[in-house]
């Protein structure tokens, strides 16, 4: 894998078998990621090869873990990736229409080539994270007014 780079890949939905050993895997690093620096791992049963895994790679291995030992399949794009509408609009849950008119209405940037709009996976993100802050914001909000009012 060393050198190429993936535009876009899936994993499926997991068995049981892989859920428990997702579970059990997530488990495991959850308890080495408290460290700081790098996580030592081995590969490769009797002639196994140490190496050092940064910690983001395990961060981003113990949330790819538990989303399989939930059940539910995974996908990694890099964030300079250039994707499809119908893959953004699936980053975004939501459907490929209200995409669309995100990108029409300049919410998301994005690219034509030709009569196909290319989108920047790290400009979905952005978005995502965006509106997850806001939405955020405005529970806190409703929250304090609730709490104001005595409704709570």
């Known amino acids: 894998m060393a050198g190429k780079s993936t535009m876009w890949t899936e994993f499926g939905v997991p068995g049981t078998r892989d859920t428990a050993l997702a579970e059990r895997a997530v488990r495991k ?52 990736a250039e994707l499809t509408t119908r893959q953004a609009a699936d980053l975004l849950q939501v459907s490929r229409t209200h995409l669309v008119q995100l990108l029409d209405g300049g919410q998301i940037p994005c690219r034509r080539v030709g009569a196909h709009r290319r989108v920047r996976a790290a400009d979905v993100v952005a978005y995502r994270r965006e509106t997850e802050t806001r939405r955020r914001s405005a529970l806190d909000e409703l929250t304090a007014r609730d709490q104001e009012l005595g409704l709570q």
Do not use: K, W
Request: net charge negative; aromatic share 2%; hydrophobic share 50%.
């Open 29 to 80: 690093l959850a308890a080495l990621a408290d460290q700081s620096g790098p996580v030592p791992a081995r590969f490769g049963g009797e002639a196994a090869e140490s190496v050092e895994i940064p910690t983001p790679a395990v961060r981003l291995l113990m949330e790819v873990l538990d989303q399989m030992a939930h059940g539910h399949g995974v996908a990694v794009t890099p964030l300079h």
